[in-house]
């Protein structure tokens, strides 16, 4: 049985993709920083289905975290073979010039050096040159990453931005070391991180604007997030996936 580790997978895209991973034969674990209610429940449904999972708390920004993290799966699982970079966070609405330092170092921290992080560890279980036996890693970024997302979350835009440079050079740093990287950029997707973030009616408000006319479901996108650690790719590195309608 496949491992597979996702960060921020008790809700949204993240619960969605452990869902679907499970019935597609992967032992899952599912981290969490505090919600373990949320988490406990993803595993409690997945196991009850007869798949494997378990949850894993941790602040992917804090590198004591993340090791503790991995060495969790290690134990209860075993080496993990994927990797979904799903851990982070959007904030308030706000132009640039109300930004203040600590909303972007935060933004920065969880969203990109958390996944350089745990890339950091997948990579010293995966990769051929620690002795590992490969794996694939999938990071989440998003459309913003393209559109800027003026005038609402251009700090988070550009941290995807950085996700989507981070795909492109660690793919080729261990592509012949036996470790695949891709990203996933959803679009706007129905998840309660546009609730948390102040503007509830985004998806609605969005939806005109996106060529298919509405806005996406968690449970659309895992099934690009799962393809990529499969066999079905597995002459893919390096490269950005768009599921936003178009947009």
């Not at 997978?9 to 599912?30: C, E, H, N, Q």
């Not at 602040?59 to 851990?87: Q, R, Y």
Request: proline share 3%; net charge neutral.
């Amino acid at each position: 049985m496949k491992i597979m580790l996702i960060t921020g997978g008790s809700r949204g895209i993240g619960a969605a993709t452990a869902r679907l991973a499970a019935k597609r034969g992967y032992a899952v674990a599912v981290n969490y920083t505090k919600n373990r209610a949320a988490a406990d429940e993803v595993v409690a449904a997945i196991n009850g289905e007869g798949g494997r999972a378990i949850s894993v708390q941790g602040d992917v920004s804090i590198e004591d975290d993340v090791a503790a993290i991995f060495e969790t799966v290690d134990e209860k699982l075993g080496t993990i073979d994927a990797l979904v970079n799903n851990a982070g966070i959007l904030d308030q609405a706000m132009r640039v010039d109300e930004m203040p330092a600590s909303r972007l170092e935060k933004m920065f921290l969880i969203n990109v050096i958390g996944s350089f992080l745990c890339a950091k560890h997948a990579v010293r279980r995966m990769s051929t040159r620690y002795g590992g036996k490969g794996g694939a890693i999938v990071n989440l970024s998003s459309a913003a990453a393209r559109t800027g997302s003026p005038g609402d979350y251009v700090d988070y835009a550009a941290t995807k931005g950085a996700i989507d440079s981070m795909t492109n050079g660690l793919g080729k740093e261990v592509a012949a070391e036996g470790v695949r990287v891709n990203a996933v950029r959803p679009g706007f997707i129905d998840t309660e991180i546009h609730t948390l973030s102040g503007v509830p009616d985004r998806i609605a408000r969005t939806a005109p604007g996106v060529p298919m006319l509405r806005g996406g479901t968690a449970d659309e996108v895992a099934p690009m997030i799962l393809w990529l650690p499969s066999d079905e790719a597995s002459y893919v590195t390096c490269s950005l996936f768009d599921v936003a309608g178009g947009r």
